[in-house]
């Protein structure tokens, strides 16, 4: 399954294989573009039988804005529960020279979970979080056989 209404800076795919959304930023983005995109991975993700299980890969982002990251800690991890029905899990790949940005003592350092929501953690390997994801529970779909 792909998007079907495709973002020139978001690739979305859901590896039925391991039961989890695969989002790809492809280019820098404005605010404005981080918030629709996120926006459009929650709906994304509802379609897919509510996955709870991310990976996104934010390696071609080259800035994060402390704005941004203060919106996604205080307006949408709040909401993933509600929306997925249930503790949702997200691996973050990122380039070595954006480990530890922003600096700013209000935000958490990864791994965090954040309240009963979701579970965030940071990657420079996607290998790594794809293993990060499965040992949270991310599982292969199971399509019944009529």
Request: aromatic content about 10%.
């Amino acid at each position: 399954m792909t998007t079907s209404a495709p973002l020139d800076y978001l690739d979305l795919n859901y590896r039925a294989d391991l039961g989890l959304v695969t989002a790809r930023w492809t280019r820098p983005v404005t605010s404005s573009e981080l918030r629709s995109g996120y926006q459009t991975i929650l709906q994304y993700a509802a379609d897919c039988s509510d996955c709870r299980y991310w990976l996104i890969d934010s390696r071609r982002r080259l800035e994060v804005d402390i704005r941004d990251v203060h919106w996604l800690t205080e307006v949408f991890y709040p909401t993933l529960r509600n929306h997925l029905h249930g503790v949702a899990f997200l691996a973050f790949l990122a380039a070595p020279y954006q480990l530890g940005c922003p600096q700013d003592d209000s935000i958490p350092t990864l791994p965090h979970t954040h309240s009963d929501n979701c579970s965030l953690s940071q990657f420079i390997d996607e290998g790594a979080a794809v293993h990060w994801l499965v040992a949270q529970g991310a599982r292969p779909t199971v399509q019944q056989v009529a």
